[in-house]
């Protein structure tokens, strides 16, 4: 994996960029996507929204 810290401030950046300002959670994964498009594999894909699931559970109270 590229440098860690590399990738959340290639994201915060991303997301700090964005010019509209109505939108949806399908613009946050976009400008996600779009940075860690570039360099992840399939297994890190799976970790990736495996995390994420983990990291909505812990949030809204579903998670056991």
Request: proline share 0%.
């Amino acid at each position: 994996m590229k440098n860690f810290k590399e990738i959340l401030k290639e994201i915060s950046e991303s997301l700090d960029k964005v010019q509209y300002e109505h939108g949806d959670f399908s613009d946050v994964g976009n400008e996600i996507g779009i940075v860690i498009g570039k360099t992840i594999t399939d297994e890190q894909f799976d970790d990736f929204i495996m995390g994420l699931k983990h990291g909505i559970s812990l949030s809204n109270g579903t998670h056991f």
